[in-house]
T-cell receptor, first 113, second 115 residues
């Protein structure tokens, strides 16, 4: 079936550098995308979302980019901090599906000092 | 702490036993979800309630699984005749209807190990 996936399973960055986590989706019906962060032993935590009528959205230190042509989205984290170390998931859904999210497999971000 | 609590946090059981997990969502949230997560994978949708009504169930939810939300507040997820393949983290989440629909508030999960 159609699913959301990630290109890189592990990303290692130095503290202070910018991080870019990528995600590919295959369900062309998806029009709403969300990034979640999951720290060890905890449930996923909402970071930022974007709808398909946008190609960029910024939050605090985070930016999500959406390229609908190639069905790709990315999460950029500026000035990565040790507290950013976690597994990051992209998720997709369609408007009106009551938050039935399809998650990708996740990318582990390791921040080195 | 997101405000969603799950109990127990860990459960070890023998194959064939029944287990029940409880979820207490954020009080003003009328939507409640159950997801399952295995090691190294993203969460998989199991089922969803709006108030006390179970509105959607995944094909992953076999007839050994049953979820309830009798009063539209807390929810239980029961697994009967557990199998080793049921070993996973069971995550509960809640959200407001009509709000930012992708922002689910997850609990810390109930980890099930079936021996």
């Amino acid at each position: 079936g159609e699913s959301v996936g990630l290109h890189l399973p592990t990303l290692s960055v130095q503290e202070g550098d910018n991080s870019i986590i990528n995600c590919a989706y295959s369900n062309s019906a998806s029009d709403y995308f969300i990034w979640y962060k999951q720290e060890s032993g905890k449930g996923p935590q909402f970071i930022i979302d974007i709808r398909s009528n946008m190609d960029k959205r910024q939050g605090q230190r985070v930016t999500v980019l959406l390229n609908k042509t190639v069905k790709h989205l990315s999460l950029q984290i500026a000035a990565t901090q040790p507290g950013d170390s976690a597994v990051y998931f992209c998720a997709e859904t369609s408007t009106g599906t009551a938050s039935k999210l399809t998650f990708g497999t996740g990318t582990r971000l390791q921040v080195t000092l | 702490d997101t405000g969603v609590s799950q109990d127990p946090r860990h459960k070890i059981t023998k194959r064939g036993q029944n287990v029940t997990f409880r979820c207490d969502p954020i009080s003003e949230h009328n939507r409640l979800y159950w997801y399952r997560q295995t090691l190294g994978q993203g969460p998989e949708f199991l089922t969803y309630f709006q108030n006390e009504a179970q509105l959607e169930k995944s094909r992953l939810l076999s007839d050994r699984f049953s979820a309830e939300r009798p009063k539209g507040s807390f929810s239980t997820l029961e697994i009967q005749r557990t199998e080793q393949g049921d070993s996973a983290m069971y995550l509960c989440a809640s959200s407001r209807a009509g709000g930012n629909t992708g922002e689910l508030f997850f609990g810390e999960g109930s980890r099930l190990t079936v021996l």
